[in-house]
């Protein structure tokens, strides 16, 4: 899930960010279909009643947390971007706890604050001040969109049960997930900046769609199945951690102290929550 990152950097030079959301579960859908097709039609009937469901998952999934974060890049800083992305695992335990009643030990909370602790000494580069004086825009509301767009579709997904496998399920969520993204990529198209179709294109939006689109997501989704909507949340934190590392193999970013010092916190908070699971 973090190579999204390398996205959101990279790929929204050369692509539009609404464009490159749609294009990118677009090719979700064409790459997935040839293997798929068989049992989603099999399955007809139970489309019907779950594709209210589906639709949702698609606008929430796809849609949401693929066009937010990118049109929130454009306005705030990756700083901000990040502390208000590691909401999301909190947004998750809320609604689980709330709408299906599913908790935290004691242990476990404190492997949340651990986790917490580590990301912001990340993005703080180790230094508070960096923290006090952070100032806060317009973009930071959509990237808060985005922490709550994840949050319901990862609890939906869990317990939302399905009569679809997990790559027929993703095939139809992507589809549902272009289609509510369609209308605003083609104002973007008209409007705003066009797409052009040459090979940055293809590289960036096929990327996009196999590592953070098809493997991230049908790897979470697998997760859940073993760990919750809850514990699988706290993953989110990690998120940062790879991130940064992706920065510094990829970007020539310098590796400091504090990187190691935010994912050891992290690592151990990850330690912590995994106690409900043993």
Same mark, same amino acid.
């Given at each position: 899930?973090?190579?999204?990152?390398?996205?959101?950097?990279?790929?929204?030079?050369?692509?539009?960010?609404?464009?490159?959301?749609?294009?990118?579960?677009?090719?979700?859908?064409?790459?997935?279909?040839?293997?798929?097709?068989?049992?989603?039609?099999?399955?007809?009937?139970?489309?019907?009643?779950?594709?209210?469901?589906?639709?949702?998952?698609?606008?929430?999934?796809?849609?949401?947390?693929?066009?937010?974060?990118?049109?929130?890049?454009?306005?705030?800083?990756?700083?901000?971007?990040?502390?208000?992305?590691?909401?999301?695992?909190?947004?998750?335990?809320?609604?689980?706890?709330?709408?299906?009643?599913?908790?935290?030990?004691?242990?476990?909370?404190?492997?949340?604050?651990?986790?917490?602790?580590?990301?912001?000494?990340?993005?703080?580069?180790?230094?508070?001040?960096?923290?006090?004086?952070?100032?806060?825009?317009?973009?930071?509301?959509?990237?808060?969109?985005?922490?709550?767009?994840?949050?319901?579709?990862?609890?939906?997904?869990?317990?939302?049960?399905?009569?679809?496998?997990?790559?027929?399920?993703?095939?139809?969520?992507?589809?549902?997930?272009?289609?509510?993204?369609?209308?605003?990529?083609?104002?973007?198209?008209?409007?705003?900046?066009?797409?052009?179709?040459?090979?940055?294109?293809?590289?960036?939006?096929?990327?996009?769609?196999?590592?953070?689109?098809?493997?991230?997501?049908?790897?979470?989704?697998?997760?859940?199945?073993?760990? =919750?909507?809850? &514990?699988? !949340?706290?993953? @989110?934190?990690? +998120?940062?951690? $790879? %991130? *940064?590392?992706? =920065?510094?193999? &990829?970007? !020539?970013?310098? @590796?400091?102290? +504090?990187?190691? $010092? %935010? *994912?050891?916190?992290?690592?151990?908070?990850?330690?912590?929550?995994?106690?409900?699971?043993?």
């Amino acid at each position: 899930m973090a190579s999204n990152l390398i996205v959101a950097r990279g790929g929204v030079e050369y692509v539009p960010p609404i464009s490159l959301a749609f294009w990118r579960w677009f090719f979700v859908f064409l790459i997935l279909i040839p293997f798929t097709y068989q049992t989603i039609f099999k399955n007809i009937k139970y489309l019907r009643s779950e594709s209210k469901k589906l639709i949702f998952l698609g606008a929430m999934g796809c849609g949401v947390c693929g066009v937010f974060p990118f049109i929130a890049g454009s306005t705030t800083p990756i700083a901000n971007m990040g502390i208000i992305y590691t909401s999301s695992p909190i947004f998750i335990i809320l609604i689980s706890s709330y709408f299906y009643k599913e908790s935290l030990n004691t242990v476990q909370l404190l492997g949340l604050v651990l986790c917490f602790v580590g990301v912001i000494s990340i993005i703080a580069k180790g230094d508070v001040s960096l923290l006090i004086g952070l100032k806060f825009t317009s973009g930071d509301l959509w990237m808060l969109g985005a922490a709550v767009g994840w949050a319901l579709y990862a609890v939906l997904l869990h317990n939302w049960k399905s009569k679809f496998t997990l790559f027929s399920r993703l095939t139809i969520i992507a589809f549902f997930g272009a289609v509510s993204i369609l209308p605003f990529s083609l104002v973007e198209n008209y409007f705003v900046r066009p797409v052009i179709f040459n090979n940055n294109f293809y590289f960036w939006t096929i990327f996009a769609a196999i590592s953070p689109g098809i493997i991230a997501f049908s790897l979470y989704a697998q997760a859940q199945k073993y760990l =919750g909507a809850s &514990i699988t !949340g706290f993953t @989110l934190y990690l +998120y940062t951690v $790879y %991130g *940064a590392f992706y =920065g510094i193999v &990829i970007f !020539g970013e310098q @590796l400091k102290s +504090y990187h190691y $010092y %935010g *994912a050891a916190l992290v690592f151990a908070g990850m330690f912590f929550v995994r106690k409900k699971t043993n």
